[in-house]
């Protein structure tokens, strides 16, 4: 079984950081994490921000500049710094991790509200 816990999230104004993590345990020990999502009500999941194997890493534009995806393998954990919050940032943010098959799994998601 795997599982990707979130945390982190929480209640921010505008301009403020929140750093979220994402620990994914389990007996697949192929697991990495490599990507955050975000979603809002009615929308679909968006990609925020990715990080590959080599440590190469991707945002969507609206983030660039101010987030940051880092992985610290030993720990099995990743990680999103998020800076100069704003509101449009403000969505349930998800974890997702995939084994070398490439099958993915979804942590439950951390709820970050940005207020202007």
């Known amino acids: 079984q795997v599982q990707l816990v979130e945390s982190g999230g929480g209640l921010v104004q505008a301009g403020g950081s929140l750093t979220l993590s994402c620990v994914v345990s389990?007996?697949?020990?192929?697991?990495?994490?490599m990507a955050w999502y975000r979603q809002t009500p009615g929308n679909e999941r968006e990609l925020v921000a990715h990080?590959?194997?080599?440590?190469?890493?991707t945002y969507v534009d609206s983030v660039k500049g101010r987030f940051t995806i880092s992985r610290d393998s030993a720990k099995n954990t990743m990680y999103l710094q998020m800076n100069s919050l704003k509101p449009e940032d403000t969505a349930v943010y998800y974890c997702?991790?995939?084994?070398?098959?490439?099958?993915?799994?979804w942590g439950k998601g951390t709820l970050v509200t940005v207020s202007s």
């Open positions: 997702k991790a995939a084994n070398f098959r490439g099958v993915g799994y």
């Open positions: 990080i590959a194997g080599g440590g190469s890493t």
């Open positions: 389990g007996s697949d020990k192929s697991i990495n994490p």
